[in-house]
């Protein structure tokens, strides 16, 4: 991870009012922002967070991408774009980081201190409902990945029980239902 030298943006109150995070506010509500922030620049493959990690810190994506993931080599279970933000969680409930969050391609980041993303969310109602949004849209995404899971581990105990040619019900459904029926049995007698 490579911080930029200066600590001010070269991005203008304009363009950041642009940003999905910052979307609908006033570029006169956000200018004081650019005196409270880093840049942070990524080069493609580098971690920026990881799970159980103690971060403080809330990163806006001003121009590349980031991968999250569950695993450090799993497959990404999301991506995020120009305006995207990331580590708000663990600003908003003082916990650890939940995941691996890796540069995607070279990236640079808005870098704001906890304080300041609270002093962002007291002053302006638009940013704090665009952080909602961005939540909200999250849970969407997260509620229809544990529902393809769900599926795929119900579609996957079925044909562990059930031989694909025959469809008859195999050994490991039979071992499953006598440990079913010796419990009953002991219950009931």
């Known amino acids: 991870m ?7 943006m070269d991005f203008s109150p ?3 009012a642009r940003l999905r995070f910052f979307n609908g506010e006033s570029p006169d509500a956000i200018e004081w922002l650019l005196d409270n922030c880093t840049r942070l620049t990524l080069d493609e493959g580098e971690v920026l967070l ?5 971060n403080e810190k809330l990163y806006v994506v001003l121009d590349g991408s980031l991968s999250v993931r569950l695993s450090q080599n ?3 279970i999301s991506t995020l774009v120009q305006g995207d933000c990331v580590g708000e969680m663990s600003v908003i409930d003082g916990t650890h980081t939940s995941a691996w969050v890796v540069a995607r391609s ?20 638009t940013v704090a409902v665009n952080l909602l949004c961005i939540l909200s849209d999250r849970v969407r ?14 579609f996957y105990e079925y044909h562990a029980r059930v031989d694909a040619l025959t469809g008859l019900n195999n ?4 071992d499953e239902t006598m440990v079913r029926l010796t419990r009953r049995s002991d219950i009931c007698g």
């Open 2 to 8: 490579m911080i930029a030298t200066r600590p001010q």
């Open 14 to 16: 304009e363009q950041l």
């Open 171 to 174: 050994r490991r459904w039979l």
């Open 106 to 125: 070279a990236v640079e980041l808005m870098v704001l201190d906890g304080d300041h993303v609270w002093a962002l969310i007291t002053r302006s109602h």
């Open 50 to 54: 990881e799970p159980g990690q103690d």
């Open 74 to 76: 799993g497959d990404p």
């Open 141 to 154: 995404r997260d509620n229809r990945l544990i529902e393809k899971s769900e599926q795929l581990k119900s």
